[in-house]
Protein backbone atom coordinates (compact mmCIF):
# COMPACT_ATOMS: atom_id res chain seq x y z
CA UNK A 1 0.00 0.00 0.00
CA UNK A 2 1.07 3.58 -0.87
CA UNK A 3 1.98 6.20 2.12
CA UNK A 4 0.32 8.49 1.11
CA UNK A 5 -2.74 8.11 -0.91
CA UNK A 6 -4.70 10.66 -2.94
CA UNK A 7 -8.29 10.74 -3.84
CA UNK A 8 -9.70 10.76 -6.76
CA UNK A 9 -6.70 10.23 -8.96
CA UNK A 10 -8.70 11.32 -11.46
CA UNK A 11 -11.88 14.22 -11.55
CA UNK A 12 -13.51 16.12 -14.43
CA UNK A 13 -16.34 18.49 -13.24
CA UNK A 14 -17.79 21.68 -14.20
CA UNK A 15 -17.46 25.18 -13.46
CA UNK A 16 -18.92 26.21 -10.35
CA UNK A 17 -18.80 22.96 -8.55
CA UNK A 18 -17.34 22.17 -5.05
CA UNK A 19 -14.52 19.61 -4.96
CA UNK A 20 -12.74 17.52 -2.37
CA UNK A 21 -9.59 16.33 -3.00
CA UNK A 22 -8.41 13.70 0.17
CA UNK A 23 -4.84 13.03 1.36
CA UNK A 24 -4.00 9.98 4.06
CA UNK A 25 -1.08 9.06 5.06
CA UNK A 26 0.80 6.14 7.16
CA UNK A 27 4.03 7.12 7.39
CA UNK A 28 3.52 8.39 11.25
CA UNK A 29 4.41 12.01 10.12
CA UNK A 30 2.91 15.13 11.51
CA UNK A 31 3.72 17.59 8.84
CA UNK A 32 1.43 17.73 5.69
CA UNK A 33 1.52 19.59 2.05
CA UNK A 34 -0.94 20.59 -0.75
CA UNK A 35 0.88 21.51 -4.24
CA UNK A 36 -0.17 22.29 -7.54
CA UNK A 37 1.63 21.14 -10.78
CA UNK A 38 1.12 23.32 -14.04
CA UNK A 39 3.04 22.66 -17.49
CA UNK A 40 6.47 24.88 -17.26
CA UNK A 41 5.90 26.38 -13.73
CA UNK A 42 6.83 23.34 -11.52
CA UNK A 43 5.05 22.77 -8.10
CA UNK A 44 3.03 25.55 -6.28
CA UNK A 45 2.42 25.10 -2.55
CA UNK A 46 -1.07 25.83 -1.56
CA UNK A 47 -1.64 25.22 1.51
CA UNK A 48 0.07 23.22 4.59
CA UNK A 49 -0.20 22.08 8.26
CA UNK A 50 2.47 21.61 11.07
CA UNK A 51 -0.11 19.69 13.29
CA UNK A 52 -3.81 19.03 13.43
CA UNK A 53 -4.68 22.56 14.72
CA UNK A 54 -1.91 24.27 12.69
CA UNK A 55 -3.08 25.37 8.87
CA UNK A 56 -0.89 28.22 7.03
CA UNK A 57 -1.44 29.89 3.42
CA UNK A 58 1.11 29.23 0.62
CA UNK A 59 2.55 30.81 -2.56
CA UNK A 60 -1.30 30.30 -3.85
CA UNK A 61 -4.44 29.63 -1.38
CA UNK A 62 -6.55 31.81 -2.94
CA UNK A 63 -9.54 30.14 -3.75
CA UNK A 64 -8.66 26.41 -1.79
CA UNK A 65 -9.85 25.69 1.70
CA UNK A 66 -7.75 23.15 3.65
CA UNK A 67 -9.03 20.94 6.54
CA UNK A 68 -6.96 18.77 8.74
CA UNK A 69 -8.83 16.09 10.30
CA UNK A 70 -6.27 13.97 12.26
CA UNK A 71 -2.87 13.89 11.91
CA UNK A 72 -3.30 11.20 9.14
CA UNK A 73 -5.66 13.33 6.96
CA UNK A 74 -5.42 16.71 4.93
CA UNK A 75 -7.92 17.42 2.67
CA UNK A 76 -8.28 20.59 0.10
CA UNK A 77 -11.87 22.11 -1.08
CA UNK A 78 -12.49 23.94 -4.15
CA UNK A 79 -15.18 25.54 -3.25
CA UNK A 80 -16.38 26.84 -6.43
CA UNK A 81 -14.29 25.56 -8.94
CA UNK A 82 -12.93 27.16 -12.31
CA UNK A 83 -11.28 26.64 -15.09
CA UNK A 84 -7.73 27.71 -14.19
CA UNK A 85 -8.30 25.43 -11.52
CA UNK A 86 -7.38 22.66 -13.79
CA UNK A 87 -4.03 21.00 -12.90
CA UNK A 88 -2.47 18.09 -11.20
CA UNK A 89 -2.58 18.28 -7.47
CA UNK A 90 -0.20 16.72 -5.10
CA UNK A 91 -0.11 15.94 -1.65
CA UNK A 92 3.26 15.66 0.58
CA UNK A 93 4.43 14.85 4.26
CA UNK A 94 7.43 15.24 6.22
CA UNK A 95 8.41 14.45 9.81
CA UNK A 96 8.90 16.64 12.40
CA UNK A 97 12.53 15.94 12.74
CA UNK A 98 13.58 19.30 11.07
CA UNK A 99 13.84 20.97 7.61
CA UNK A 100 16.57 18.66 6.43
CA UNK A 101 13.58 15.97 6.39
CA UNK A 102 12.85 15.24 2.73
CA UNK A 103 8.71 15.53 1.35
CA UNK A 104 7.31 12.26 0.32
CA UNK A 105 4.52 12.75 -2.09
CA UNK A 106 1.30 10.98 -3.61
CA UNK A 107 0.99 9.78 -6.70
CA UNK A 108 -1.47 12.69 -7.62
CA UNK A 109 -5.00 13.67 -8.35
CA UNK A 110 -5.47 15.19 -11.67
CA UNK A 111 -8.84 17.57 -12.04
CA UNK A 112 -10.00 18.93 -15.01
CA UNK A 113 -12.68 21.77 -14.79
CA UNK A 114 -14.99 22.34 -17.69
CA UNK B 1 12.78 34.09 0.83
CA UNK B 2 14.15 31.73 -0.92
CA UNK B 3 13.93 30.55 -4.59
CA UNK B 4 15.42 27.79 -7.15
CA UNK B 5 16.17 28.74 -10.80
CA UNK B 6 16.37 25.32 -12.87
CA UNK B 7 18.18 26.65 -16.09
CA UNK B 8 16.77 24.16 -18.89
CA UNK B 9 13.69 23.48 -18.92
CA UNK B 10 14.12 20.33 -21.84
CA UNK B 11 17.36 18.78 -22.41
CA UNK B 12 17.82 15.78 -25.21
CA UNK B 13 20.70 13.38 -24.86
CA UNK B 14 21.34 10.26 -26.23
CA UNK B 15 21.59 6.77 -24.44
CA UNK B 16 24.95 6.18 -22.91
CA UNK B 17 26.12 9.82 -22.94
CA UNK B 18 26.54 11.87 -19.53
CA UNK B 19 24.49 14.57 -18.43
CA UNK B 20 24.14 17.68 -16.07
CA UNK B 21 20.85 19.58 -15.22
CA UNK B 22 21.54 22.52 -13.75
CA UNK B 23 19.87 24.15 -10.54
CA UNK B 24 20.93 27.61 -8.68
CA UNK B 25 19.14 28.86 -5.67
CA UNK B 26 18.97 32.28 -3.68
CA UNK B 27 18.52 32.08 -0.12
CA UNK B 28 20.03 34.67 2.94
CA UNK B 29 20.84 31.65 5.33
CA UNK B 30 21.80 27.59 5.11
CA UNK B 31 19.77 26.20 3.29
CA UNK B 32 18.71 22.27 2.28
CA UNK B 33 19.36 20.80 -1.22
CA UNK B 34 17.37 18.39 -2.83
CA UNK B 35 16.64 16.52 -6.45
CA UNK B 36 13.20 15.07 -7.32
CA UNK B 37 12.45 12.62 -10.07
CA UNK B 38 8.78 12.41 -11.69
CA UNK B 39 8.52 9.65 -13.80
CA UNK B 40 5.51 10.01 -16.12
CA UNK B 41 1.95 9.48 -14.90
CA UNK B 42 3.59 9.44 -11.14
CA UNK B 43 4.05 11.28 -8.37
CA UNK B 44 7.86 12.74 -7.24
CA UNK B 45 10.59 10.60 -5.67
CA UNK B 46 13.55 11.30 -3.94
CA UNK B 47 16.71 11.43 -5.99
CA UNK B 48 19.14 12.79 -3.32
CA UNK B 49 20.12 15.22 -0.65
CA UNK B 50 22.30 17.86 0.52
CA UNK B 51 22.01 18.45 4.41
CA UNK B 52 25.53 19.08 5.57
CA UNK B 53 29.53 17.87 5.14
CA UNK B 54 30.35 16.47 2.01
CA UNK B 55 29.57 18.56 -1.46
CA UNK B 56 29.43 15.48 -3.66
CA UNK B 57 26.03 13.78 -2.64
CA UNK B 58 25.37 10.57 -4.19
CA UNK B 59 21.74 9.09 -4.80
CA UNK B 60 19.44 6.25 -6.44
CA UNK B 61 19.77 5.51 -10.14
CA UNK B 62 23.53 6.14 -10.27
CA UNK B 63 23.09 10.06 -10.27
CA UNK B 64 25.00 12.91 -7.91
CA UNK B 65 24.70 16.24 -7.40
CA UNK B 66 27.51 18.34 -6.18
CA UNK B 67 26.65 21.68 -3.94
CA UNK B 68 28.21 24.82 -4.82
CA UNK B 69 27.96 27.36 -2.07
CA UNK B 70 29.70 30.20 -3.66
CA UNK B 71 28.19 29.75 -6.73
CA UNK B 72 25.09 28.88 -4.72
CA UNK B 73 24.37 25.99 -7.40
CA UNK B 74 23.57 22.06 -7.29
CA UNK B 75 23.55 20.57 -10.36
CA UNK B 76 22.44 17.23 -11.17
CA UNK B 77 24.75 14.86 -13.17
CA UNK B 78 24.80 11.12 -14.45
CA UNK B 79 27.93 9.97 -16.35
CA UNK B 80 25.78 7.62 -18.77
CA UNK B 81 21.91 7.65 -19.15
CA UNK B 82 19.61 4.75 -20.03
CA UNK B 83 16.26 5.68 -21.75
CA UNK B 84 14.60 4.87 -18.61
CA UNK B 85 16.09 7.91 -16.89
CA UNK B 86 13.37 9.80 -19.10
CA UNK B 87 10.97 11.94 -16.44
CA UNK B 88 10.95 15.63 -15.28
CA UNK B 89 13.87 16.24 -12.65
CA UNK B 90 12.87 19.26 -9.88
CA UNK B 91 15.70 21.11 -8.04
CA UNK B 92 13.95 22.31 -4.23
CA UNK B 93 15.24 23.92 -1.40
CA UNK B 94 14.71 24.22 2.22
CA UNK B 95 15.78 26.64 5.48
CA UNK B 96 14.56 26.88 8.70
CA UNK B 97 10.89 25.61 9.00
CA UNK B 98 9.65 26.73 5.78
CA UNK B 99 8.65 23.50 2.93
CA UNK B 100 10.03 23.20 0.08
CA UNK B 101 10.51 25.33 -2.69
CA UNK B 102 11.08 23.85 -6.29
CA UNK B 103 12.12 24.80 -9.62
CA UNK B 104 9.95 24.80 -12.68
CA UNK B 105 11.51 21.62 -13.22
CA UNK B 106 13.86 20.11 -16.14
CA UNK B 107 12.56 17.84 -18.75
CA UNK B 108 15.16 15.16 -19.91
CA UNK B 109 14.69 12.91 -23.23
CA UNK B 110 16.79 9.75 -23.56
CA UNK B 111 17.00 9.26 -27.22
CA UNK B 112 18.06 5.93 -28.76
Known amino acids: DADVTQTPRNRITKTGKRIMLECSQT?????MYWYRQDPGLGLRLIYYSFDVKDINKGEISDGYSVSRQAQAKFSLSLESAIPNQTALYFC?????????????FGDGTRLSIL | AQSVTQLDSQVPVFEEAPVELRCNYS??????LFWYVQYPNQGLQLLLKYLSGSTLVKGINGFEAEFNKSQTSFHLRKPSVHISDTAEYFCAVRSGNTPLVFGKGTRLSVIA
Open chain 2, 27 to 32: SSVSVY
Open chain 1, 27 to 31: KGHDR
Open chain 1, 92 to 104: ATSARAGSNQPQH
